[in-house]
């Protein structure tokens, strides 16, 4: 559980299994790349998204505050001034044990990288992205021992 607290302090950026969709009448996006950074003085996390296609603009910049945990939001300000998503509520458990994360080794071992899973609901935006509102947005992301963070093989950051 330690490590699961750790996890989402230091990663939050908060990236995506692409299955979840928009519902009707609201449009999806989604994005196959990001790097992330944490600043655990101010809790936020910061992500810049690229690859991202179906939205206002082909990359963001997502902003995830987790000064309370059970309270995390996140605003995502799109590219060429497209528009900015949020702020909207993200929750975040832990993911199945079989996932694409990798393994390292730690002490002689073989240890799986951990996997976050975090989901939430668009419940604003504006400008270009005005059409994402009412989108889920998923993201895995896996969590070495080191607490550094990236997106799960394979997975896309859906909006």
């Not at 790097?35 to 101010?42: A, E, G, L, R, W």
């Not at 044990?97 to 002490?107: A, D, L, R």
Request: proline share 3%; hydrophobic share 40%.
């Amino acid at each position: 559980m330690r490590r699961f607290g750790a996890a989402v302090v230091a990663g939050l950026s908060l990236l995506s299994v692409c299955m979840l969709g928009a519902p009707a009448g609201a449009a999806s996006a989604s994005c196959t790349k990001a790097t992330f950074s944490s600043n655990q003085k101010t809790s936020t996390a910061t992500s810049v998204l690229s690859g991202c296609t179906g939205g206002p603009a082909t990359g963001a910049t997502l902003v995830a505050n987790f000064k309370v945990l059970t309270n995390i939001t996140t605003t995502i300000t799109w590219n060429n001034k497209a528009g900015v998503s949020g702020p909207f509520k993200v929750t975040e458990k832990a993911g199945p044990k079989t996932s694409t994360c990798k393994s390292e080794i730690v002490k002689g071992k073989s240890v799986k990288d951990a996997l976050i899973v975090s989901s939430g609901v668009v419940t604003a935006s504006t400008g270009k992205a005005a059409g994402l509102k009412g989108s889920k947005f998923s993201e895995s992301l896996c969590v070495t021992q080191k607490v550094t963070t990236y997106l799960e093989p394979g997975t896309k950051i859906v909006i």
